[in-house]
């Protein structure tokens, strides 16, 4: 059996694991927090800093594969491992140019494809010279997440908003969209590509309410759309999972917003919705197998189970059993002992093929179920 | 999050445990084996004897829970455990009915459940006195598995072959029909049933080509079905996963064959192909959840992948990634390291709404997918 290891222990890690006891394979998981998601699921759990040369190193030694779940983990250990006959999934030279806004922006420009425009900045002061450029987005080129790291830069007096370090100035664009494509790519570079999907956002918060599958989109844009997302995993030359993530401005141009190069949020309906999963997909591919079929078994709609803002301390789930007395609704609760203001703490997926009942459903779900301590 | 211990480390505890992952409770397996199919999967893994008194209730005592996954297990201990508080699923009385095939009948008989004629022997030299009986199939009481503990007794001649040991001989039906219903009854006696399902063998070898859901019955036939499966939970008085197998003779009788008080061979098409799952579902029994959805989404098949006749040793499987291109199957590999003849080493589900279809995959995958060494 492939010896395979996971950097990082999460959510992503625990799919992963639920996906690889359907093959062959032995499992290891390298996470500091012992209580974390995936660590009772593998075969051997290792304590350990993914950010660590040493950690990354000595996990990865002796195994054929290893693959990631958070792009924040060591890529020189990668490296060294890769050279050295470990298979990385994805490529370290890919992650390399993901991981850091400044080296992905840059990509994108070079391989023609479509991206907000952006300027390079790496002082503050910097930003004075750029006011005609504004309104946009500062972003850091290292270490953002989940919305940390990105100040929007309305005008000139919001420049002292930005970052005095390596960072994008993104110029803002009016979305009309916001979709994600999740695509596969082989070993042998054979790629499939899932069908996208579409975020609606809470009109008065603009937070994300829920992600519904398929999205909306002309025939024509879900050419433009599937045409970038396999250009950029093309011209990332590496196997693996992708998620790109892409905007639809209002003159229906379609921009990559950003690219995830492992399993994503939102890629999670496929768990039931298609008939191969995203995890299932990176299975396949570490163990060489066929990729599998992308196409929908029936359209969904995914609601993300976030912290309440609120509280923070031991988990509970509010309106839990209510959730579940629906019928064609799938929860996935992480086990996340603690809850924090924002921290993810679990999904709903919701199966049916009239829209309005995905968007009456999620937007239930939504309502009902809450996560606080 | 509640404690919950799985009696058996096969299979259908690793399909357990996948299931088990999207909820928040704390697992536990108890098995000889520590290299079993779901050793890796809990939180916690002790090595014992499911059979032994003293392993079962030291495993059990300290838990808020337990289910199991095969019947061979510790009765008296499950008692013990219970009366100390500690849910039992099934509860150890309906289990000690189902455990011995002398109960099991008599079960049926005293509550007007339709089962094949039988009679119950305790010496072989008795089946003299009931050659007039014959053909019948000669069952020992305790111990029997998967084909084992099971004689033909066509006529008087066979009579040596019986068991010299307690047993029931049960007349042999003409069987047009083999079906399977799974049925959960929650903690509050509530039950939700499952589409049945249908056996499909193979007409030279008389060995179980596949199963396909739904089963081709008639509407009055299915409400027979129901309500027999219904009447067996109903009297069984115990909350869980039940597997009903049924016989339907040449004059459309419904008759039990016998009934599995945990989850089945035969729901494993659940996981893919319901909403939810028979491994979902008892989870959801287990924490005090609504009973979840059993409608299908989409109609199934299943394969089971048997070790084959001629190998012993490590495990191959011989075509899998032909399997794997096939567009609309699941592949389960249960992870056992050594195969052996007849040893149950995964199962493939196929989905698709075209009864050909359907047919058609499932021939393939049997015809295609071998374990051998």
Redesign the interface.
Known sequence: ?KKTGILGGGQLG??L??AA????VE?YVLENDENCPAA????HFAKGDITNFDDVYHFGKNLDAITIEIESVNIEALKKLESEGVKVYPRPAALEIIKNKITQKNFYKENHIPTAPFIITERKEELRNHSGFLPAAHKLAMGGYDGKGVEILKNEKDVEKGFDEDAVLEKLITIKKEISIIVAVGEDGKSAIYPPVEMVFNNDLNLLAYQISPAVITEKILWKAEAIALAVVKNLESPGIFAVELFLDIDDNVLVNETAPRVHNSGHHTIEAA?SSQFDMLW?IILG??L??T?S??NSAMVNLIGDPNYKGQ?K?LN??DV??I??V????Y?KKETRPGRKMGHVTV?SNERQELIHVANKVKQLLKVIS
Request: charged share 20%.
């Open positions: 059996m625990r799919m694991l639920q006891a359907n093959y062959p499992t009772h699921l593998c075969d008939y396949r197998y066929p599998g079929y196409k078994i029936i988990a789930y839990l059993e579940l007395k019928e064609n799938f929860v996935h609760i086990g199966l």
